[in-house]
Structure formats: structure tokens, C-alpha cells
């Protein structure tokens, strides 16, 4: 399978058909599908529940960032 990246502007009368036409093609056919590669990884989104429940701490300087991390 290859991978081709497109940058369409959904905004346009011409993205929008482009869009719907690979769109009615993957319900069609298997073996096609669009990636949104602007999706965090669990990582990302496992850091930003975190941040979000408050599990961050502060620091004066960078010395005491380094203190925090144990570096």
C-alpha cells in the first residue's frame, strides 16, 4: 500500500467535491482510507488529560526545574 499526503482547502467549492468523491470511493471500495495525521498519540493525549486534571507543578528558574526532574 503507498501513502499519499494531499493538502485539500475544505473550505473550497473544489475541496469539498474532491473530499465527497474520495469519500463515496471508500465506501465503495476497501483498501482506502483518510488519515488525519493531526491526531495526538496516546502519549500526547495521555499529557494533555494530565495537564487537564492539574498533575503539573511550577518552577521559579530553570535550577529548580532541574531540582524537580532529579537531573
Known amino acids: 500500500m503507498e ?18 468523491l474520495i469519500k463515496i470511493g471508500i465506501n465503495e471500495k476497501k483498501g482506502v482510507e483518510i488519515v488525519d495525521e ?12 494530565e ?3 492539574g498533575k503539573t507543578f511550577k518552577v521559579k528558574d530553570s535550577k529548580d526545574l532541574f531540582k524537580e526532574l532529579g537531573i
Do not use: D, F
Open 38 to 49: 493531526n491526531e495526538p498519540n496516546s502519549a500526547t493525549i495521555k499529557a494533555i488529560e
Open 3 to 20: 501513502t499519499i499526503k494531499l493538502k485539500i482547502n475544505k473550505r473550497t467549492s473544489y475541496g469539498k467535491a474532491l473530499l465527497e
Open 51 to 53: 495537564v487537564e486534571k
